[in-house]
């Protein structure tokens, strides 16, 4: 029984790290339509800004937190190490933004005209650029994260035979992804700029005829996308400390599985088919045979869109003339 | 647009593309199959080979990617199979009966029957992965035949038969150069027929609009699945040719950067050209060589860097790559009916 | 450039095996993965050929002539290794190849220049079928049988536990290896594979695996995979609340694998051909020159690149003329080399016949355990 709890958790965690990409994907492929396969590589580089960042400022940082919280810059507590992981992350999101940004404004808006096989094409482009560029500039071995939580004990429940483990990282990751959810979904159906993203994402050309800046809206959506990605990968370098430049591409395509499972273009669906594809994943590697894990992602995407391509909670579009 | 039309449908009847000019070539690729080796250094001759194969896969994936419209990401998951099989044959009927190999004829032919053997599990497995796209289109369709590759790779990762991760090695080497561009110009020949006749319009229809073309009375699924299955047998048979080439299989060499890679060559020749993706295929197959002593110079390895970034300006400044969907001899047809003499007879 | 490449290979094509010490310099080819998905791997083991050769040169060079290294990248690909093979051979007339650091890589390009009589020495190939190839294919490094059993035996003897767990890279053709031979002799020696649970390179949460492993209460783990996932598989054992030692083999040989781990490391052993502790001074030159020459200390893919350059210039130094027969047969009747990685005797099967030592993780040591045989 014990074992089971474990593995629901650690599914839900592993489910929080598909979901946080997860949520970025989905946004960008609600309102273009596009796969961007380099959604990936925005959380590899999110992941080696914060990496760099805790590296150089990172100290910093977390002394004048300590001083700040207990009055001494050596005496380590718990709060400030989160606060200064926030800052991390905020820089990293600031930095995937402005990544989005170009990329979109680079690659993408030139062809929003093109067929959209073009736009996969490029996106494809984007992603063996920003991998073969990530090797050079970084260089292709594995990077240690720091560890900002080193006195961070995981909260244990039960002894011995029924351990049960939860490490608190593992359950910030989970918070985040569904308070990020939780915003997302207040930004697309309660603001006036969700409001646009919702009429962009219908139908382009209505909406610029109804006075919507569509290129100022989809460039939002590909910040805040990458931005998400961002916080994902300096989430996921703490949680899993080991960054590197090809770390980006098997994620990216598992969470974007998830976010086709349920329902692509929703976040609620991307957060609900990351969390089952963690479990199932979970399940499969103690009670199966985890060879085939990395196969799994991929046959429930296939079965999920040959019995309802619509995806858990997405809603059928049908294609007119 | 689709160069489609009589014109075209005529020359593919009494110009080049009549048999007998294909028969010829296949005898000049056996001439040159006893010559070239001695005429050239081995690395380029490696090249040229290696070159053939890209072509086989490239003008395959053409027939899916460029005529059909159906973006498929999984070429190397059919070209994976096809090499698996085909090995596998090989490899055990040589090691049940040795003797075959002092015949050179037993050898070529058992080496026949297993790329055609490969070709016709990659097809199969093609015709799976094609049913999807009954229902799928677009993006979808591009996540599933990835998918689809993936899970192709996993499986063989797991198939002790085939030595799993750590490959199959010890094939023999049954390939040259003649059996790589025989096979190249049988795979452009009957590429070039099928999308020049009545199925290829079907597909060209498919590709510039599913749901007009489903109204015209087109059966669309039956098309797109039958491209799929075309593309499919030939990768596997380059598949089979690269692993009696290479000598060893691994899992690994079948990833999803692959495909790209041919995807690559794809949209590099223009999507919807056959000579476009032969001269891609020898083209990018050659610079990648050519950039070699770049690295030296350099001390570091740019050409992946080089080949993403040409992919990027290739959609953003000519989408349609470097031959859109015309043909070589369409070129040379242009030109001379400006100089105003009739484009009839096989100008080529 | 190009075209005059072409030119000049038609002009001189066929002239491939003359004799190499007529050039003023001795030309080694290498062939690694510098990108791609294994590049980290490729890297070390490059820049420990490159000090070795700058360290040959330094000392005069090989019989008076300059080292000249000529690396090519093959991207991880099977069939670019092989093209950087035959342009080696060709092209640039390489006296000898190093490489490749993967079996799979390497058993494309065997063929090649088993074909071309060019000796090639590979640094770290262990499927036993990659010197099989022909009689100029050699290797530095452990075959998997020999390592799997000194894992086994170590596991019997020295740690004394009957129940071991196994976690393998499911991916990596070292790491399957390994682990089929570890089992194959820890079951001999009366022990007992409780679970063999495995996931692929390249992911980076292993708590479902370790939950699974942890229910068959294990006595220790045999995780035979490579430093690049092993730090994370301790950490994550460890905050499971496995205790019990993990076990590996010489993938684990990194100073990485201390930075990613951390204290989690503590209690692991791994087998590996050397210690950085070695006294000899082989090693203790070997260490400090890598130390000053790249600013960290070597992993044991630089070591093995290392050795490979080093036993392939003392053939090359004791050769007549200097052919390409001559050199194998030098390479061939290697006995009791000191390298870095240990006293390298070159075996009939032209594989490194070696001890392996053990060590022990401690706080980003590597303790020295003990030395097995072969």
Redesign the interface.
């Known amino acids: 029984m014990a ?1 089971f709890a ?2 629901i958790i ?2 839900l ?2 489910g929080g ?1 598909y979901a946080l990409i997860a949520l970025g994907y989905t946004m960008v492929f609600g309102i273009l339509q596009l796969i961007n396969f380099a959604h990936g590589e925005v959380f590899m580089l999110g992941a080696f800004t914060g990496l760099y960042t805790s590296k150089y400022a990172g100290l910093a940082i977390l002394g004048t937190f300590n001083r700040l919280l207990t009055g001494s810059a050596e005496t380590a507590s718990t709060g400030a190490a989160i606060l200064t992981a926030i800052v991390i992350i905020l820089v990293a999101m600031c930095v995937c933004a402005a990544v989005g940004f170009c990329v979109e404004r680079l690659a993408y808006r030139p062809l929003r005209a093109s067929p959209r096989i073009n736009l996969l094409i490029t996106a494809v482009g984007v992603s063996l650029f920003f991998q ?1 560029a990530g ?2 500039l970084f ?4 990077k ?1 994260f720091p ?1 900002l939580f080193e006195n961070l004990e ?1 909260w ?1 429940f039960g002894a011995d035979e029924n ?1 049960i ?1 939860i ?1 608190p990282l593992q359950v910030f990751v989970f918070i985040t992804a569904i308070t990020l959810m939780l915003i997302l979904r207040h930004v697309i159906f309660h603001t006036r700029l969700g409001r646009a993203m919702r009429a962009v994402s219908f139908n382009h050309d209505l909406a610029s005829l109804m006075g919507i800046p569509t290129n100022q809206i989809i460039a939002a959506t590909f910040m805040m996308g990458s931005s998400l990605a961002g916080a994902a990968g300096v989430m ?1 370098g703490m949680t ?3 960054v ?1 430049p ?2 980006g591409s ?1 994620p990216g395509l598992k969470a974007f599985c998830a976010a086709v499972l349920g329902g692509i273009g929703n976040v609620t669906g991307a957060v609900l088919g990351s969390f089952i594809l963690g479990l199932a ?3 499969l ?3 199966g045979t ?2 085939y ?2 196969a799994l992602a991929f046959t429930i995407l296939i079965l999920i869109l040959l019995v309802k391509p619509s995806g858990l909670l997405g809603v059928n579009r049908t294609e007119k003339v | 647009m689709a160069p489609s039309g009589s014109n075209n449908e005529q020359s593919g009847q009494t110009g080049i593309m009549s048999l007998r000019w294909w028969i010829v070539g296949i005898g000049i690729v056996w001439l040159l199959n006893a010559w070239l080796p ?7 001759f ?2 040229i080979v ?1 070159a053939g194969i890209n072509v086989i896969l490239s003008v395959s994936l053409n027939l899916v990617n460029g005529f059909t419209g159906q973006f498929s990401m999984g070429h190397a998951g059919f070209m994976s199979v096809g090499g698996y099989l085909s090995a596998f044959i090989t490899t055990s009927l040589v090691a049940s009966h040795p003797e075959l190999m002092n015949d050179p004829v037993a050898g070529v032919v058992i080496f026949a029957i297993s790329l055609i053997m490969g070709g016709i599990a990659a097809t199969a497995v093609g015709y799976i992965v094609g049913l999807p796209s009954l229902r799928l289109r677009g993006d979808y369709l591009a996540i599933v035949t990835l998918g689809f590759g993936e899970i192709i790779r996993v499986i063989f ?2 198939t002790n038969a085939v030595g ?4 199959l ?2 094939i023999t ?1 049954f390939t040259t150069f003649g059996a790589v561009y025989t096979a190249a110009l049988i795979t452009v020949f009957c590429i070039w027929r099928v999308v020049h006749s009545a199925h290829g319009r079907i597909l060209v229809s498919i590709r510039e609009d599913e749901i007009a073309s489903t109204a015209m009375g087109v059966n669309t699924t039956e098309g797109k699945v039958r491209a799929f299955a075309m593309g499919a047998f030939f990768a596997g048979v380059a598949g089979g040719l ?1 692993a009696h080439y ?3 299989l ?1 899992p ?2 079948f990833d999803f950067n692959r495909s790209f890679e041919v995807i690559i060559m794809v949209v590099l020749g223009g999507m919807g050209s056959i000579s476009g993706s032969v001269v891609a295929a020898i083209m990018l197959t ?1 610079l ?3 950039l ?2 770049l ?2 110079l350099t001390g ?2 740019l ?2 860097v080089i080949y993403s970034l040409v992919l990027i300006i290739m959609m953003l400044a000519r989408p349609k790559g470097i031959f859109g969907t015309s043909e070589i001899c369409d070129l040379f047809r242009e030109k001379l009916s400006r100089r105003g003499k009739h484009p009839d007879g096989g100008s080529a | ?2 075209l005059k490449n ?1 030119f000049i ?2 002009t ?3 002239a ?1 095996s003359a004799s190499p010490l007529f050039a003023d310099t001795i030309k080694i080819g290498e062939v690694g993965s ?2 791609g ?1 294994e ?2 791997f490729g ?2 083991t490059h820049e420990g050929i490159q000090l070795a050769i700058k360290e040959q040169n330094a000392k005069g060079g090989i019989k008076g002539k300059k080292v000249e290294l ?1 690396s ?2 093959d ?6 290794a ?2 950087a093979t ?2 080696l ?3 640039d007339k390489v006296t000898a190849i190093l490489g490749e650091v993967s ?2 890589r390497s ?2 390009m065997a ?1 090649i220049a088993q074909q ?1 009589k060019i000796p090639m020495v590979s640094p770290s190939s262990t ?1 036993p ?1 990659v010197t099989e190839v022909g009689d100029y294919i050699f290797r530095v490094c452990f075959i998997d049988p020999f390592q799997g059993a000194v894992m086994a035996k170590f596991a019997a003897e020295t740690l004394k536990v009957k129940k071991v767990a196994i976690l393998r890279d ?4 070292y ?3 390994l682990s089929d031979y570890f089992t194959a002799a820890f079951k001999k020696s009366g022990g007992e594979i409780v679970v063999d ?4 390179s ?4 292993f ?3 370790l ?2 492993i ?2 068959k209460k294990p006595d220790a783990i045999f995780v035979p995979g490579y430093y ?1 996932e092993v ?2 598989i301790a ?1 994550q054992a460890r ?3 496995i205790k019990v030692p993990l076990m590996g083999g010489d993938g684990w040989d990194s100073d ?1 694998l201390y ?2 781990g ?1 204290k989690a490391l503590n209690n692991t052993f791994f087998s590996n051909h050397y210690s950085k502790d070695d006294q000899a001074p082989a090693v203790q030159n070997f260490v400090k020159n890598y130390k000053s020459a790249y600013n960290r200390s070597p992993d044991g893919l630089a070591a093995m690149g290392y050795d490979a350059a080093v036993i392939l210039f003392a053939a090359i130094e004791k050769t007549k003329t200097g052919t390409n027969a001559e050199i194998r047969a030098e390479l061939a009747k290697i006995k009791e080399f000191q390298a870095v990685t240990g006293k390298i005797t070159i075996d009939e099967k032209r594989n490194a016949s070696k001890p392996a030592v053990v060590l022990e993780v401690k706080d980003g040591k590597f303790l020295y355990k003990s030395t097995v045989n072969p």
């Open positions: 074992e474990q593995y650690n599914g965690s592993q790290t073969n090797q050079l260089g292709s071995d594995p240690a560890d995981p244990t351990l483990v490490n996921v899993y400390p080991k590197e090809l770390m098997l994943e979970a399940l590697s103690g009670y985890p060879t894990k990395d | 001695e005429l050239i250094s081995p690395y380029f490696q090249i290696l990762l797991n799993g991760a750590r490959g090695s010890g080497k690269f290479l000598t060893t691994n690994g060499t050659v990648k060589e050519a070699r002593p690295q030296q570091v390895d050409r992946m | 450039m190009f072409i290979s038609l001189f094509a066929g491939a510098m990108t998905s590049a980290t890297v070390s000529i090519l990248d991207q991880g690909k099977p069939e670019e092989a093209i035959t342009k051979i060709s092209q079996s799979s058993l494309a063929p071309n499927n079928k499911v991916k990596s053709d790491s399957v290896g649970q495995s996931y692929s390249g992911e980076v949460d708590n479902s695996q939950t699974s942890r229910a690049t730090g994370l950490k905050k499971l609340g990485k930075e990613i951390g």
